[in-house]
């Protein structure tokens, strides 16, 4: 092993080093457009989360990367994690809190368990270490809550996510049990953990694909869609994916995909486009997705549009009912077009929502009918029947 091979130990209090200067992950870096950018990983337990965190932490891929381990979630009865980063024959592999393990390829292995969102604004005051995170949350950990504290939105922008950029949200889920899982799962509330994760994620890895039989990866991986038809899956063994796939997809951007258009990797590492037609609603064990065309709306639709939006997002009801909140949106997505030729593109997590204009050709999907998509709880018939209404569709 060279000398440059040996992962150094830093405190955390001293400064962080500065490191070497790589090719950005973008040609544009997007920093640029305010804040680092930050992904989520989470996971089913023992998916592959690990497996992909070591991955992206001693391969030469030429990035800078902070990876974070978090325990944001319910710390009660979450066991203490520790990664392996070393080679055997290193003793320094058994990370302690608040330490940042700086390493040869250039990136940064950083543990601030138990300190909360503010550690890591405190690790962007020593920046210049990193234009990169990925935070890596616990198998339990419900995501949603997470990604809108990061999510670059008006609201946090004088607050925790001035100096940090929401890319994406990366959920692993186990090829082999991970069907089995999400039929099962039932969280205190009744909706499963691992329905959340899905139902929140950008990006799926169906890891473990190896030990999955076709039909099982198939069946999968439409459960998985059923649950978030607006995400995106590669099947993967042993996390192996091009990093550009789940770093620097500008997921909560004013740019999407057209929601029902997907992208899946297929065993013989061969892309394909998908169109889904078929059904435009769901409902998993307590997790519903729907999905509602959009034609050109007038500025009075696209008025009704917006309050629909923030009454169901903000109050949890429908703008006609008088019930009390029962509806609860856990992601949203979608663009759409208005009369005057103008696109739109939604973006939403739980309650925090974002409706920009989109340049001519940025977006993608130009056809005259656009999409929204809706993923959370109690988002039945009638909600869908609703929003079509107001969209029009
Ligand atoms: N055959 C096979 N084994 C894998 C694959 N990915 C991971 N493993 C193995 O599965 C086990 C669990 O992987 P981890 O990466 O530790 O999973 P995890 O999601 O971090 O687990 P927890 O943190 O405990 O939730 C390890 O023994 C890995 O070596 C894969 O694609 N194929």
């Known amino acids: 092993?060279?000398?440059?091979?040996?992962?150094?130990?830093?405190?955390?209090?001293?400064?962080?080093?500065?490191?070497?200067?790589?090719?950005?992950?973008?040609?544009e870096p997007t920093t640029e457009k305010g804040g680092v950018p930050l992904t989520i990983i989470c996971g089913f337990l023992g998916a592959g989360k690990?497996?992909?965190?070591?991955?992206?932490?001693?391969?030469?891929?030429?990035?800078?990367?902070?990876v974070i381990m978090n325990e944001f979630g319910d710390t009660a009865d979450i066991e203490s994690r520790t990664i392996n980063v070393s080679s055997p024959d290193d003793s320094t592999s058994d990370l302690g809190s608040e330490e940042v393990l700086e390493l040869a390829n250039g990136c940064l292995c950083c543990s601030i368990k138990d300190v909360g969102v503010a550690a890591i604004e405190k690790l962007m005051q020593k920046k210049g270490a990193f234009d990169y995170i990925l935070l890596e949350t616990t198998g339990l950990a419900d995501p949603g809550p997470i990604a809108s504290i990061f999510?670059?939105?008006?609201?946090?922008?004088?607050?925790?996510?001035?100096?940090?950029?929401l890319d994406g949200v990366v959920c692993v889920?186990?090829?082999?049990?991970?069907?089995?899982?999400?039929?099962?799962?039932?969280?205190?509330?009744?909706?499963?953990?691992?329905?959340?994760?899905?139902?929140?994620?950008?990006?799926?890895?169906?890891?473990?694909?190896?030990?999955?039989?076709?039909?099982?990866?198939?069946?999968?991986?439409?459960l998985i869609r059923k649950v978030n038809p607006a995400v995106t899956v590669h099947r993967t063994v042993r996390a192996e994916?091009?990093?550009?796939?789940?770093?620097?997809?500008?997921a909560y951007a004013s740019r999407v995909s057209a929601p029902d258009h997907h992208a899946h990797e297929h065993d013989d590492g061969c892309e394909h486009e998908h169109d889904h037609a078929g059904p435009t609603h769901y409902e998993v064990r307590g997790i519903s997705s729907l999905q509602v065309p959009v034609p050109p709306l007038s500025p009075e639709r696209?008025?009704?549009?917006?309050?629909?939006?923030?009454?169901?997002?903000?109050?949890?009801?429908?703008?006609?009912?008088?019930?009390?909140?029962?509806?609860?949106?856990?992601r949203c997505k979608g663009m759409f077009k208005t009369t005057a030729g103008k696109t739109y593109v939604l973006q939403g997590v739980r309650s925090i929502y974002d409706i920009a204009e989109v340049e001519e050709g940025e977006g993608v999907g130009q056809g005259e009918v656009g999409k929204l998509v809706f993923i959370g709880k109690g988002l039945g018939e009638d909600v869908r029947k609703s929003l079509a209404a107001v969209a029009g569709g």
């Open 173 to 222: 889920v186990d090829a082999v049990f991970g069907r089995k899982q999400m039929l099962e799962d039932e969280a205190v509330d009744g909706v499963g953990e691992s329905l959340r994760q899905v139902a929140s994620a950008d990006v799926v890895l169906l890891n473990k694909s190896d030990l999955a039989s076709p039909s099982l990866l198939s069946e999968t991986e439409a």
């Open 50 to 66: 690990s497996t992909l965190v070591r991955r992206i932490l001693t391969e030469r891929h030429g990035y800078r990367i902070a």
């Open 241 to 250: 994916v091009d990093l550009g796939k789940i770093v620097g997809i500008d």
């Open 1 to 27: 092993m060279e000398e440059d091979d040996i992962p150094v130990l830093v405190d955390i209090d001293e400064d962080v080093p500065a490191l070497v200067e790589t090719s950005a992950l973008n040609e």
């Open 302 to 330: 696209f008025e009704k549009l917006d309050e629909w939006i923030r009454t169901v997002l903000w109050e949890g009801t429908l703008p006609s009912s008088q019930a009390h909140s029962s509806l609860e949106v856990l």
């Open 151 to 165: 999510w670059q939105n008006e609201e946090y922008a004088a607050g925790l996510g001035r100096d940090i950029k």
